[in-house]
């Protein structure tokens, strides 16, 4: 039997536009810092909607798990090289979001228009987080055990992913279904008594919850209603 790669890379393949002249601006750059620029041009490159900059937070938070000083070294070479520009330029507060450009002419002007001050923030498209294609999403989580997703359901579900921890959504659910009590409302009770009574993490779903769930659910039968 053919043994699989030790570090097999995926047959699949996504478009990624880079510069045409990246392998020549990348001659000299450490390893570290070669990957967060290839992972910089990714977000841009698979935004549904056009993006001008990427946040810090959501780089650093795209990079294989690691140290906490690893990408920050690497960033800080890409912004000694000036293939990336941040704004604001000295990052030291943690509480203002730092926003990056690319070092190419649309970018740099973008960058300079901000720091002038003819460039608002609100004309800034940033990037937002890519999914993670072995992990499903909340809506399609959704539709895999509860059912049919309408434009008000997924209003809803996103309001939720807003509210709630990405993990505290998914064990949720699996919580309702365990019981089969397929209905986001009974989902989202357990969500707002974690929230106000913690969670168990030994026992998991406290009696006195599940109590509470049950009781919306028996409401809700009564109602005659199966809609989230």
């Known amino acids: 039997m053919e043994q699989p790669l030790r570090n097999e890379l995926s047959g ?8 045409a002249n990246l392998l020549a601006r990348c001659d000299g750059l450490g390893a570290d810092a070669i990957l967060l620029l290839l992972a910089f ?22 990079m294989p798990k690691s140290e906490d000083t690893r990408w920050q070294k690497a960033l800080a070479e890409l912004l000694e090289e000036e293939l990336l520009l941040a704004y604001p330029q000295t990052i030291e507060d943690p509480q ?12 740099a002007r973008r ?7 003819s460039l608002s923030l609100s004309e800034i498209q940033a990037a937002n987080p890519l999914p993670n294609p072995d992990k499903p999403n909340i809506f399609t989580l ?4 509860i059912g049919p997703l309408t434009p008000m359901v997924a209003e809803i ?8 921890p990405e993990s505290w959504l998914h064990e949720a659910m699996q919580e309702a279904v365990s019981r089969n ?30 109590e509470r769930f049950r009781e919306l659910y028996r409401q809700q039968k009564q109602q005659g209603s199966r809609k989230p």
Not at 142 to 145: A, H, L
Not at 157 to 164: G, I, M, Q, R
């Open 96 to 107: 203002v979001p730092v926003l990056l450009f690319p070092a190419t002419p649309e970018g």
């Open 41 to 62: 041009f990714e977000l841009l490159s698979l935004q549904e909607v056009k993006s001008d900059v990427v946040e810090l937070y959501i780089l650093l938070d795209h």
């Open 12 to 19: 699949n393949y996504q478009s990624i536009k880079l510069p």
């Open 157 to 164: 579900l996103k309001a939720d992913a807003e509210t709630y």
């Open 111 to 117: 960058f300079e228009g901000l720091r002038e001050g």
């Open 181 to 210: 009590i397929r209905n986001w409302k009974y989902v989202q009770a357990i969500l707002k008594a974690w929230q106000e009574k913690g969670r168990d993490s030994t026992h998991g779903t406290t009696q006195s919850a599940l």
């Open 142 to 145: 959704y539709e895999q055990n």
